[in-house]
């Protein structure tokens, strides 16, 4: 690794810092796995870094030179794939895709084997999973860092993405204001957990019984105690839109979860993100959704692809968090954590 590329880096940090009359942060997780591995310095650090990156992408294009990152799929995938895959290439690195849609990752063999194997061969893992506990069980085992780019529980990348988007829309994240509408799910839980750690402002509705995990809100409420969060989980959209910044919707079935679909699709319209929902958030307000979405469903057309719909800019946002993320973690010369944090 180009050592220019590291001073660049940490000389880009330190500038931002003295800019903003705080302190230079630094990065000191082995593994994202979690938002919680990350804590509000180090969402803080990756927002700035990659801020950094997508402005000055060529101080960075030898930063990771000699590193390799292999990324294993459960899940299909276009914006996480070509974004990860991408990322490394710019900084100089090498990607290397497993598509393992056909079988869960430990099916054939012991993750724990999986692990040490991999471990010998690359520097990073990512992983795209149907559990978080794979992730978990790879970030245990292994001794290189694991990045979580979506499970059942966490999709702290594109949360990532999601406030770098509000951040360059709005400025100070700590007054913004972010509703989410639609099933308590993975990004729901990943924007709360986000949002917790940078102080700022969010609104979850959901119907009865879809609501987020009662163990992430109560992460983000004990997050939100330090930083002066604020976090309220509602059942009525109108009332979470209301004078929103940004209105956030998802899929109502994530994959893996098509047996609900019939069930969902009864509930769930009511919370279909339309003219009429985006009406009441504040006139200025940006509609965000992390896609794939099923237009007609979630959200109408009219709003999709409306002059609101910042859907794009959260897909580009991916590729520059991602590069955030992989400095941060590789960007220590040699250094391999003797164990994760998950151990």
Not at 101 to 121: F, P, T, Y
Not at 327 to 340: E, F, N, Q, T
């Given at each position: 690794?180009s050592s220019s590329a590291v001073a660049a880096g940490k000389s880009a940090l330190h500038s931002k810092a003295v800019r903003n009359s705080a302190p230079v942060r630094?990065?000191?997780?082995?593994?994202?796995?979690?938002?919680?591995?990350?804590?509000?310095?180090?969402?803080?650090?990756?927002?700035?870094?990659?801020?950094?990156?997508?402005?000055?992408?060529?101080?960075?294009?030898?930063?990771?030179?000699?590193?390799?990152?292999?990324?294993?799929?459960?899940?299909?995938?276009?914006?996480?794939?070509?974004?990860?895959?991408?990322?490394?290439?710019?900084?100089?690195?090498?990607?290397?895709?497993?598509?393992?849609?056909?079988?869960?990752?430990?099916?054939?063999?012991?993750?724990?084997?999986?692990?040490?194997?991999?471990?010998?061969?690359?520097?990073?893992?990512?992983?795209?999973?149907?559990?978080?506990?794979?992730?978990?069980?790879?970030?245990?085992?292994?001794?290189?860092?694991?990045?979580?780019?979506?499970?059942?529980?966490?999709?702290?990348?594109?949360?990532?993405?999601?406030?770098?988007?509000?951040?360059?829309?709005f400025g100070d994240l700590k007054n913004t204001r972010l509703a989410y509408v639609g099933d308590g799910n993975n990004v729901a839980h990943s924007l709360l957990l986000?949002?917790?750690?940078?102080?700022?402002?969010?609104?979850?509705?959901?119907?009865?019984?879809?609501?987020?995990?009662?163990?992430?809100?109560?992460?983000?409420?004990?997050?939100?105690?330090?930083?002066?969060?604020?976090?309220?989980?509602?059942?009525?959209?109108?009332?979470?839109?209301?004078?929103?910044?940004?209105?956030?919707?998802?899929?109502?079935?994530?994959?893996?979860?098509?047996?609900?679909?019939?069930?969902?699709?009864?509930?769930?319209?009511?919370?279909?993100?339309?003219?009429?929902?985006?009406?009441?958030?504040?006139?200025?307000?940006?509609?965000?959704?992390?896609?794939?979405?099923?237009?007609?469903?979630?959200?109408?057309?009219?709003?999709?692809?409306?002059?609101?719909?910042?859907?794009?800019?959260?897909?580009?946002?991916?590729?520059?968090?991602?590069?955030?993320?992989?400095?941060?973690?590789?960007?220590?010369?040699?250094?391999?954590?003797?164990?994760?944090?998950?151990?």
């Open positions: 690794m630094t990065f000191w997780c082995s593994d994202v796995v979690s938002t919680l591995d990350l804590g509000p310095e180090g969402v803080r650090a990756i927002l700035d870094l990659a801020e950094i990156m997508k402005a000055r992408p060529t101080d960075f294009r030898t930063a990771l030179a000699g590193r390799q990152m292999v990324m294993f799929f459960e899940k299909p995938s276009l914006r996480t794939r070509l974004t990860f895959e991408s990322g490394m290439s710019a900084l100089g690195g090498t990607a290397m895709f497993v598509d393992q849609r056909q079988e869960r990752l430990d099916a054939r063999e012991k993750l724990s084997d999986i692990a040490h194997n991999l471990e010998r061969w690359v520097d990073v893992i990512v992983l795209r999973t149907f559990s978080q506990e794979t992730i978990a069980g790879m970030a245990r085992y292994a001794s290189v860092p694991v990045i979580n780019a979506l499970s059942d529980v966490e999709h702290p990348c594109q949360a990532l993405a999601d406030f770098l988007t509000l951040q360059e829309q986000t949002t917790a750690c940078l102080g700022s402002s969010i609104r979850v509705a959901t119907p009865a019984g879809y609501e987020p995990s009662a163990e992430i809100v109560a992460d983000a409420l004990e997050i939100a105690k330090g930083t002066g969060a604020q976090i309220q989980l509602m059942n009525d959209p109108h009332e979470a839109v209301e004078s929103a910044d940004a209105v956030y919707t998802d899929a109502w079935v994530s994959m893996g979860q098509e047996r609900e679909t019939q069930e969902k699709e009864r509930i769930f319209p009511h919370y279909q993100v339309n003219p009429e929902l985006m009406a009441k958030a504040a006139p200025h307000a940006v509609f965000m959704h992390c896609l794939p979405a099923h237009r007609g469903l979630e959200v109408t057309d009219e709003v999709m692809d409306s002059e609101q719909s910042v859907i794009f800019e959260q897909a580009e946002n991916r590729l520059h968090v991602q590069k955030a993320i992989l400095y941060l973690l590789l960007s220590g010369g040699d250094r391999r954590p003797s164990r994760s944090a998950h151990a």
